[in-house]
């Protein structure tokens, strides 16, 4: 297909008369003169004469104004027609354009004007052949020979003038079935404009261009038969006839065909549900898209039928790995009875492949389940032997927390787990419990020393938000002052802040901290420095002094600094 040029260029032969314009001036100028009407009739037509006749000698800036007038205010008579094809077979590409436009307005008589208005797909210049094109779409009744030279015309270097084909090609689809098969066709178009418009006047046809879609599903064009899947999956449950063709190139079309076949199922919905074990077949795939798409459809086939479930749920027994992984996917997200499925569902967290069952935690965190036996069909799965099995656990037990008491004595002993995930997720399930975290005060001192960095992070965070336990661990606080990491001294700066006085032997490290080269710790510094209160914190008052006026620090460090100065002033 050829590219896309960026302007209408085109190149006007000279004009000439040509027979078939000669034929058609003679043959309206005959029914014309034959034509009688009243005087009102005759003046009118005499008015859209006499300004055809002005806008063939007019200057091209004055054409637009008279063929505004002769779009929306003349009459379409014989007469006029006739003068039109007149001037169209002897005219310059400027004036055979908006002649063009003039019979695409008036709706002419495509049986006599057709003609002409085909010629104009053959002209040299751009915005001829497009004025054309949009003319044949709007003739009526559609002129003979109409269709074929408009799919011959969907090979145009232009694609403006392809989409305005489309255009035309959609306006002659109703019970023309080679007008919807020329329209497919433009499917394969290289611009991707000319395909998306392709598409949507193919879907508002509906039903009636299924089967069109369907052959092209079988073309031996990738992208055509790629855009016809596509274009199927808009059509949603219209597109229910296509569906064993959908199967068949699901498991034997190229990788994106199977993918745009899976994404036309899913979105037929209900009308698919005879698809499913194909579906579940894709989910071995060993394409990562086919499987995702696949994946999805399997889900939104679920979520409208009362049969989908239960197919997805004896697939987390299949043989393939991936078809148990993906079923379980598929099911996250539904609306089931739990006393239902988690029999099925318990069955599959006994997986041997670390895969499935943390899909299948998944599915059990997604629904909404009975929270106090879900909690007891996921308890024992964090001391499973995968480390992301584990984590998968703890983060599942947290979203249960809401509903369910223990989650925090459940999750504390992870922040010693070997896996750093796995004690990073149980300090963020932790922080999120806010003050129920405080049965895991002790695990979370000894987080204090843990070696990655974000763990030693969430543990200051958390601890610094419970009373008791953060005025246990104010000297660990004071000894984290000095953390490499800027985000964890940061955090113990601000848990030193609110310990209050009780943290006075901090203030030293706290005035160090003023100077530090993160300007967000020497925010926090500052601000526990105020908190502290003059009694403890006298000696940062000339510090804080300097870092206020410091015009080099940014503004929220001197706010920080002013106001921490302020209150050690008591003012």
Known sequence: MPGRPSTLEGVSRPAGPRPHFALCALALASLALSSCGGEDAAATRTDALEALERLATATPAQREVLALDLRTGSSSSAAAQAAVVRHLASGDADLKRHLLEVLAAWKADGGVVG?????????????????????????????????????AALLDPLSDVRAAVVDALAAMAKGEPLALAALVEALADSDGEVVSNARGQLCLQGVACVPSLVGALRSDRPALARCAALTLAQLGPLAGSARLALEEVLLGGSAMLRAAAAVALGRMAFEALPAVPRLLDALADTEGEVVEKSVDALGRIASVTTEGVPLLLAALADARVRVRVGAARALQGQTQDIERVLPDLTRALLDPERDVRRAVLGVIVSWPVDSHRAHAVVLPLID????????EAVLALGRMSARVDGVAAAVAPRLQDPDAEVRLTAAQVLQHLGERAEVASDQLLEALDDDDRNVRYYAVL??????????????????????????????????????????????????????????????????????????????????????????????????????????????
Not at 126 to 139: E, K, P, W
Not at 520 to 536: F, I, Q, S, T
Request: aromatic share 2%.
């Open 462 to 571: 958390i601890l610094s938000t419970l009373p008791q336990a953060r005025y246990a661990a104010r000297e660990r606080f004071e000894a984290l002052l000095a953390d490499e990491h800027a985000s964890v001294r940061r955090q113990a700066a601000t848990a030193l802040g609110a310990v209050g006085a009780e943290a006075a032997s901090a203030v030293p490290e706290l005035i160090v901290l003023l100077a530090d080269l993160d300007p967000d710790v020497r925010e926090a510094a500052a601000k526990a420095l105020g908190l502290l209160g003059p009694d403890v914190a006298g000696p940062a008052s000339e510090p804080l002094d300097r870092l206020a006026t410091d015009g080099a620090q940014p503004s929220a460090v001197r706010r920080a600094a002013r106001k921490a100065w302020d209150r050690l002033q008591g003012s």
């Open 384 to 391: 499973d032997p995968d480390a992301g099995v584990r984590a």
């Open 115 to 151: 003609p002409a208005a085909l010629a104009g797909l053959r002209d040299d210049d751009a915005a001829v052949r497009r004025a054309s094109a949009t003319a044949l779409g709007a003739l009526r009744p559609t002129p003979a020979g109409a269709v074929p030279a408009l799919r």
